[in-house]
């Protein structure tokens, strides 16, 4: 599965700019617009892997949570997502009590690829992201592990326990559905 997101991240890397970015910020704001509208219009959006990618490295590159870098998407169709981000596991090993000779990231450090692939479900509203696979360096990493760096890379004030890749969400501006297509996800408010 490496090798696969590698190939593809690398021709899509290619293709990202400032304007592909700046055609999903205009997307996201016509999304908050009418989600603010009373009663809100059925409308569909579609967003483009390559708009996604973009506005990932031009859009909100300072927004991304320190010690992370380079977060790729790949939408692979069926409610199916891949991705890959870079982790800096020593800035995440400084936060965390380590498992001893037991915990597969006593085993690294520095900043390493992160991949993984699940299927994302939504309805009315909601979501549900269910990890399938991970991996670091093409070597299974196991969804205690995954969770654990979800939650420290997602902790916010108002979350202080970040992201728990199990439990449902809601979809923001009133987005009742997220429909993923090879290369396409489509929003439905």
């Given at each position: 599965?490496?090798?696969?997101?590698?190939?593809?991240?690398?021709?899509?890397?290619?293709?990202?700019?400032?304007?592909?970015?700046?055609?999903?910020?205009?997307?996201?704001?016509?999304?908050?617009?009418?989600?603010?509208?009373?009663?809100?219009?059925?409308?569909?959006?579609?967003?483009?892997?390559?708009?996604?990618?973009?506005?990932?490295?031009?859009?909100?590159?300072?927004?991304?949570?320190?010690g992370l870098a380079s977060p790729e998407i790949r939408l692979v169709g069926d409610g199916q997502l891949a991705g890959r981000?870079?982790?800096?596991?020593?800035?995440?090993?400084?936060?965390?009590?380590?498992?001893?000779?037991?915990?597969?990231?006593?085993?690294?450090?520095?900043q390493v690829p992160l991949t993984a692939r699940g299927l994302l479900r939504t309805r009315s509203g909601k979501g549900q992201?269910?990890?399938?696979?991970?991996?670091?360096?093409?070597?299974?990493?196991?969804?205690?592990?995954?969770?654990?760096?979800?939650?420290?890379?997602?902790?916010?004030?108002?979350?202080?326990?970040?992201?728990?890749?199990?439990?449902?969400?809601?979809?923001?501006?009133?987005?009742?559905?997220?429909?993923?297509?090879?290369?396409?996800?489509?929003?439905?408010?």
């Amino acid at each position: 599965m490496l090798i696969l997101i590698a190939a593809v991240s690398s021709s899509a890397v290619s293709q990202l700019s400032r304007e592909q970015g700046g055609k999903l910020a205009l997307k996201i704001d016509g999304i908050n617009k009418n989600a603010a509208s009373e009663p809100v219009r059925p409308k569909t959006t579609p967003v483009s892997e390559l708009e996604v990618n973009s506005y990932l490295a031009f859009n909100i590159n300072d927004k991304i949570p320190r010690g992370l870098a380079s977060p790729e998407i790949r939408l692979v169709g069926d409610g199916q997502l891949a991705g890959r981000v870079f982790v800096d596991i020593d800035e995440f090993k400084r936060y965390r009590s380590s498992g001893g000779l037991l915990d597969p990231l006593s085993y690294i450090s520095g900043q390493v690829p992160l991949t993984a692939r699940g299927l994302l479900r939504t309805r009315s509203g909601k979501g549900q992201f269910q990890l399938a696979t991970a991996e670091i360096h093409g070597v299974p990493v196991p969804k205690q592990i995954v969770q654990e760096l979800v939650s420290f890379f997602s902790r916010t004030a108002e979350n202080p326990h970040g992201f728990n890749l199990d439990a449902p969400f809601n979809l923001p501006a009133k987005i009742r559905e997220i429909t993923v297509n090879p290369g396409e996800a489509l929003l439905v408010q």
